[in-house]
């Protein structure tokens, strides 16, 4: 099979595993269903582990020499070519609440001689039926049409989301705080992994997180990047599987450069 050929496979793979994650998950959705704790404290619910379950049983099955990582049912082949990232439900608080923004993250990075690439990627939110799709020679796409991030927004008339202030470490929230003074309007909370869909659309300018897991980022990156935004850890480099810890999870997502490097700067102090 030829690159295009792979890719378009993969394609129609995504589209598979967001509509089968899609629809387990809905089928819980403010239906009370059953919260447990797991060893970080952290909810989880039948709908994120049945979703997950699922999705790995359809890449063991298209791509049975595939590595998968995902947030519930852990890690197997990581030592592969390539390797597909899975968070079943991304704001599993959202969606025990009855809140609509929560979504299924799907990432699929490719292992090269010196480092992992993101390849693809997928943010679906099916309570809202909206799926964005896109990567390396896949521009990004929300429900099949162009997505196009906002550009040429100075960075004090930028918007910037970010998830919680608790996620940051004292050192990163003076940081933040330095970026939230520079911008026209922060907005804390609520939005889970929407915000980076939100970016890629062009619906605001600027995303922020720290302590972000691999499964938290690594659908996101090849979204943004397949839509022309911008996408990396705040030092400006780019976000690898290893980020979760050599930086903290650090994120941060523009519409264009130019917000990116005033972005950065302000971070930076």
Same mark, same amino acid.
């Given at each position: 099979?030829?690159?295009?050929?792979?890719?378009?496979?993969?394609?129609?793979?995504?589209?598979?595993?967001?509509?089968?994650?899609?629809?387990?998950?809905?089928?819980?959705?403010?239906?009370?269903?059953?919260?447990?704790?797991?060893?970080?404290?952290?909810?989880?619910?039948?709908?994120?582990?049945?979703?997950?379950?699922?999705?790995?049983?359809?890449?063991?099955?298209?791509?049975?020499?595939?590595?998968?990582?995902?947030?519930?049912?852990?890690?197997?082949?990581?030592?592969?070519?390539?390797?597909?990232?899975?968070?079943?439900?991304?704001?599993?608080?959202?969606?025990?609440?009855?809140?609509?923004?929560?979504?299924?993250?799907?990432?699929?990075?490719?292992?090269?001689?010196?480092?992992?690439?993101?390849?693809?990627?997928?943010?679906?939110?099916?309570?809202?039926?909206?799926?964005?799709?896109?990567?390396?020679?896949?521009?990004?796409?929300?429900?099949?049409?162009?997505?196009?991030?906002?550009?040429?927004?100075?960075?004090?008339?930028?918007?910037?989301?970010?998830?919680?202030?608790?996620?940051?470490?004292?050192?990163?929230?003076?940081?933040?705080?330095?970026?939230?003074?520079?911008?026209?309007?922060?907005?804390?909370?609520?939005?889970?992994?929407? $915000?980076?869909?939100?970016? +890629? &659309? /062009?619906?605001?300018? %600027?995303?922020?997180? *720290?302590?972000?897991? @691999?499964?938290?980022?690594?659908?996101?990156?090849?979204?943004?990047?397949?839509?022309?935004?911008?996408?990396?850890?705040?030092?400006?480099?780019?976000?690898?599987?290893?980020?979760?810890?050599?930086? $903290?999870?650090?994120?941060? +997502? &523009? /519409?264009?450069?130019? %917000?990116?490097?005033? *972005?950065?700067?302000? @971070?930076?102090?």
């Amino acid at each position: 099979m030829g690159d295009a050929g792979f890719t378009k496979t993969c394609v129609a793979l995504f589209h598979r595993l967001a509509d089968t994650s899609g629809a387990i998950v809905l089928s819980h959705f403010r239906n009370n269903v059953a919260i447990d704790a797991k060893s970080d404290a952290t909810p989880v619910t039948v709908a994120d582990r049945d979703s997950e379950a699922a999705m790995r049983d359809l890449i063991a099955k298209a791509f049975p020499d595939h590595g998968i990582i995902g947030e519930e049912h852990g890690r197997e082949r990581e030592d592969a070519e390539w390797l597909w990232i899975l968070d079943p439900i991304d704001g599993t608080k959202s969606f025990i609440n009855g809140v609509p923004l929560f979504g299924t993250l799907i990432g699929l990075w490719r292992r090269a001689v010196t480092n992992t690439v993101p390849y693809l990627g997928c943010i679906n939110h099916p309570a809202l039926k909206e799926r964005w799709l896109g990567g390396r020679g896949v521009p990004t796409t929300l429900n099949g049409a162009p997505a196009r991030p906002r550009a040429g927004t100075a960075l004090v008339n930028a918007a910037v989301y970010t998830t919680s202030a608790s996620a940051f470490s004292p050192v990163e929230k003076s940081a933040f705080d330095r970026l939230s003074s520079a911008v026209r309007q922060t907005r804390y909370g609520g939005t889970d992994c929407y $915000h980076y869909g939100m970016v +890629a &659309s /062009g619906w605001t300018d %600027l995303a922020c997180e *720290a302590g972000l897991k @691999l499964h938290d980022y690594a659908a996101v990156v090849p979204v943004l990047e397949g839509a022309g935004a911008c996408i990396t850890d705040w030092n400006g480099a780019a976000l690898a599987l290893e980020s979760e810890t050599t930086v $903290h999870g650090q994120v941060l +997502a &523009s /519409g264009d450069a130019a %917000l990116h490097a005033a *972005a950065l700067a302000a @971070l930076q102090g």
